[in-house]
């Protein structure tokens, strides 16, 4: 297991072995989604906001 800091609250986050690029992962503590920007080290950002496009 690796660990990171949440870049919302500072939290340490346990991160698992497989992590890839892309994911996305929730922080326990403020509930931030957080994107795995690179997996060695684990360097985190803020989740991409999903915008709905109700279907146009």
Same mark, same amino acid.
């Given at each position: 297991?690796? %660990?990171?800091?949440?870049? %919302?609250?500072?939290?340490?986050?346990?991160?698992?072995?497989?992590?890839?690029?892309? &994911?996305?992962?929730?922080?326990?503590?403020?509930?931030?989604?957080? &994107?795995?920007?690179?997996?060695? /080290? /684990?360097?985190?950002?803020?989740? /991409?906001?999903?915008?709905?496009?109700?279907?146009?």
């Amino acid at each position: 297991m690796s %660990e990171a800091e949440c870049v %919302e609250c500072g939290a340490e986050l346990s991160l698992h072995d497989d992590l890839e690029a892309g &994911e996305i992962i929730d922080c326990g503590t403020c509930g931030a989604e957080l &994107e795995v920007i690179d997996t060695a /080290p /684990p360097v985190l950002d803020r989740a /991409p906001e999903l915008e709905e496009d109700w279907g146009e």
